[in-house]
Nanobody, 121 residues
Framework: QVQLVVSGGGLVQPGGSLRLSCAAS????????MAWYRQAPGNQRELVAA???????NYADSVKGRFTISRDYAKNTVYLQMNSLKLEDTAVYYC???????????????WGQGTQITVSS
């Protein structure tokens, strides 16, 4: 069994900062790409940022220069540091992690529970 626990959501004013974390636990052999997605009301879920192994990153154009994704291999955790938040960053944020549970298994995609980020004055 694999669990993803997300923390760090909340309400913030425009220009503020928040940090999300997503910790994977359970039967884990290896972890591949870790990513953050978001979904605003009426919109499709979209990729915000992803980090591979050993650490290559990519970002949505809308967050480049403001958000930073990072990972702690020892803690099986991915972070999203969000600075200079804008109204349009309001959404439910999800983490997605590719996990291999045994040396012989293929990567399986796991989603964490969503966390609401509301940017409002």
């Amino acid at each position: 069994q694999v669990q993803l626990v997300v923390s760090g959501g909340g309400l913030v004013q425009p220009g503020g900062s928040l940090r999300l974390s997503c910790a994977a636990s359970g039967s884990i052999f290896s972890i591949g790409t870790m990513a953050w997605y978001r979904q605003a009301p009426g919109n499709q879920r979209e990729l915000v940022a992803a980090i591979g192994s050993p650490g290559s990153t990519n970002y949505a154009d809308s967050v480049k220069g403001r958000f930073t994704i990072s990972r702690d291999y020892a803690k099986n955790t991915v972070y999203l540091q969000m600075n200079s938040l804008k109204l349009e960053d309001t959404a439910v944020y999800y983490c997605k992690v590719n996990i291999r549970t045994t040396s012989r298994s293929s990567d399986v995609m796991y989603w964490g529970q969503g966390t609401q980020i509301t940017v409002s004055s």
